[in-house]
């Protein structure tokens, strides 16, 4: 089956730093992958999409790469503010065939220290 | 934009009892989804509603579970008899369509003891 590897040790960065968080995955190529934040006792928010023919998606301070070769996504946040403290998910489509099914990442705790 | 409910936000119950988590998707939204995170590990699909059909419940543990969505709308999931390893956060999730981002409800935190 699909695994997913997120760092599980948190990232510890002070503000206005770049945060980059990675998630590599084994066996099958998804066809696209999705980073979440959650803050504890919430649910996961969606941030970004990436589909596999796409090499990198921005959204605000927020970017986001994919490298179908390496098996890896990495996600980044510029000018890192302590709002940005949470824990992001990545999360990648279980079948190439059926958009609705996930695997998800643990999860990268990242801290921002002001 | 009222977003993805669930209730309770808590549930403490014994061994053997039963429990029903209910779901309310975003309104225009077909697609209804139910995960789970047990403790320690990463989040686990559960099963996939379109309106009122069941699309795919091949993440559900056991014949223990029963996903309900009468009507299309809100959704139920009845866990019966629970039992210590079903203990952790289910959450539901709702889309507009496949493919299209997921928003997910603030979980349910059952703890069966």
């Known amino acids: 089956s699909q695994k997913i590897e997120q760092n599980s040790e948190a990232l510890n960065i002070q503000e206005g730093k770049t945060a980059t968080l990675t998630c590599n995955y084994t066996?099958?190529?998804?066809?696209?992958l999705q980073w979440y934040r959650q803050d504890p006792g919430r649910g996961p928010v969606f941030l970004l999409l990436i589909r596999e023919n796409e090499k990198e998606k921005r959204k605000e301070r927020l970017k986001v790469t994919f490298d179908t070769t390496l098996k890896q996504s990495l996600f980044h946040i510029t000018a890192s503010q302590p709002a940005d403290s949470a824990t992001y998910l990545c999360a990648l489509d279980m079948n190439r065939y059926n958009f609705n099914k996930f695997y998800f990442g643990s999860g990268t705790k990242l801290n921002v220290k002001p | 934009e009222a977003g993805v409910t669930q209730f309770p936000s808590h549930s403490v119950i014994e061994k053997g009892q039963t429990v029903t988590l209910r779901c309310d998707p975003i309104s225009g939204h077909d697609n209804l989804y139910w995960y789970r995170r047990v403790m320690g590990k990463e989040i686990k699909f559960l099963l996939h509603?379109?309106?009122?059909?069941?699309?795919?419940e091949s993440g559900m543990p056991n014949n223990r579970f029963l996903a309900e969505r009468t009507g299309g709308t809100y959704s139920t999931l009845k866990v019966q008899p629970a039992e210590l390893e079903d203990s952790g956060v289910y959450f539901c999730?709702?889309?507009?369509?496949?493919?299209?981002?997921?928003?997910f409800g603030p979980g349910t935190r059952l703890t069966v003891t």
């Open positions: 999730a709702s889309s507009y369509a496949p493919g299209y981002e997921q928003y």
């Open positions: 509603f379109v309106k009122e059909s069941k699309q795919d």
């Open positions: 066996n099958y190529s998804p066809a696209y």
